[in-house]
């Protein structure tokens, strides 16, 4: 079954969409159908789409999943196609195809996503929508809910947001665009109680002093590790709130979920099988998972003998919990040891004066990288005074291998594409 027909065999009767003119589920799936009517010879083609409007991209959505044989959503960024890739919409008009032959009902639809491109040159990676909507939850409770979508719709987690959305009737808000304080306004003016976003934007939307003024009931964090003191943070400005943070990646696909406002994962689920996940650690502290589905074959080099996949990321055990350090790829190198970016910035947020903190590699030409902190402090700290603090921190909790050579403080940090910290190191 296709997401429209789920929709249609839903009958949901309530507004779908409150950004700018409200949108009921009744219009979307009308729109849908209507691109199918007014567009026939899209059936069984390839259909690269881009995103204009949430109405309009959830109307292509209805009308190409289980209509067209591929569909790739396409990222703000430039990403080569194959050949013979329909753009939607198009400012030309669309093809006809002498090779395209009527069929009746719907057909198995290839989602194409973008990797972040955060580890390497982003690639399309291959989903069905089944594998896309395994994590969507459907009750009474989740269809009261009205989301705020703060990640890009074509991007792997927004796309999540956009899913479980629609597939359980709830509402939905784009506020995807704008800084922390505009955010905010939007989500105010719509009536936001449910929200996904990076840590990094969490800890965005908390310096504007106004997260509280949410309504918030569910909070979701993922894309980045969440750290203990975040949790905490939103615990207590919320303490009555669902709060999960989520492990998911576009080549993984739907990951695994934590709900017990614990940083890291039970170390209890290793070896077993947890949201329909198995779990191990190699020698070389990788997380690898196994997935209820067959992963993409551009994935084959990553995958072993017993179908599981190297996530790339780096965990350690501490206690009963399974820790997150960081992306393998990121580990800055300073005269041979290794130091994890995040492991640092988690002990720099433990300062009560910082709010943000990024850790990356600069260039020496003795040890071959050293350690450069970029800190956001509070807006009445003795800086001269923190200086010190930081290091005498660091120096309590690191090795010295890992303590910053610099605390550079800055207004803010910038974040990519995805929502996540951009880790590059500043030119100038």
């Known amino acids: 079954m296709d997401l429209l027909q789920q929709l249609q065999q839903a009958n949901y009767s309530d507004t779908a969409l409150t950004s700018g003119e409200p949108v009921s589920y009744q219009r979307l799936i009308a729109g849908a159908l209507a691109i199918r009517q007014q567009y026939p010879q899209l059936q069984q083609q390839a259909i690269a789409l881009h995103y204009t409007t949430l109405p309009q991209f959830l109307m292509a959505l209805l009308a190409f999943d289980g209509w067209s044989s591929a569909l790739y959503l396409l990222p703000e960024t430039d990403l080569d196609l194959p050949e013979l890739v329909q753009h939607w919409p198009s400012e030309t008009s669309v093809k006809q195809r002498s090779a395209m032959h009527s069929t009746v009902g719907s057909q198995e639809t290839r989602w194409y996503l973008a990797t972040s491109g955060t580890t390497g040159t982003p690639k399309w990676i291959a989903h069905t929508f089944a594998s896309l909507s395994r994590a969507v939850k459907i009750s009474v409770d989740q269809s009261t809910l009205h989301w705020g979508l703060c990640y890009q719709p074509t991007r792997f987690a927004g796309l999540q947001v956009l899913l479980q959305s629609m597939m ?8 995807s665009s704008g ?10 003016s719509s ?16 310096m504007t002093g106004r997260l509280h003024q949410l309504p918030l009931i569910q909070l979701t964090l993922g894309g980045e590790i969440a ?7 939103l615990s207590a400005l919320f303490p009555y709130a669902r709060i999960l943070h989520i492990y998911a990646s576009t080549e993984v696909g739907v990951g695994f979920a934590v709900s017990d406002q614990q940083a890291g994962f039970p170390l209890s689920w290793l070896g077993t099988n947890h949201s329909g996940l198995a779990f191990k650690i190699d020698g070389q502290q990788h997380l ?6 067959t992963p993409d074959s551009n994935l084959a080099k990553r995958l072993d003998s017993e179908g599981y996949l190297d996530t790339g990321d780096l965990v350690h055990i501490q206690g009963d919990r399974v820790q997150f350090l960081g992306r393998d790829s990121g580990v800055i190198n300073v005269g041979g040891n290794k130091v994890h970016p ?9 300062i009560a004066d910082v709010l943000q903190a990024k850790v990356y590699a600069r260039a020496s030409s003795v ?17 001269s005074k923190l200086q010190p603090l930081l290091f005498e921190h660091c120096q309590q909790q690191l090795e010295r ?22 880790r590059k190191e500043p030119h100038g």
């Not at 359980?168 to 506020?175: H, L, Q």
């Not at 750290?227 to 943070?233: F, I, P």
């Not at 690898?288 to 589905?293: A, C, R, S």
């Not at 071959?368 to 902190?373: D, N």
Request: hydrophobic share 45%; aromatic share 6%.
């Open 227 to 233: 750290d203990q003191a975040l949790l905490n943070k």
């Open 179 to 188: 800084d922390a304080e505009q955010r905010i306004e939007m989500m105010l």
């Open 401 to 422: 291998y890992q303590i910053p050579t610099r605390f550079n403080f800055v207004g803010s940090l910038s974040t990519n594409a995805t929502g996540k910290l951009s």
């Open 168 to 175: 359980s009737g709830a509402c939905i808000s784009d506020c």
């Open 342 to 350: 995040e492991q640092v910035e988690q002990v720099l947020l433990q």
């Open 367 to 383: 040890l071959g990288q050293l350690v450069v902190a970029d800190i956001v402090v509070v807006a009445n700290a003795d800086r």
């Open 191 to 206: 009536g936001v109680t449910a929200l996904s976003a990076t840590p990094s934007l969490w800890r965005q939307l908390l």
């Open 288 to 293: 690898w998972l196994k997935p209820p589905h």
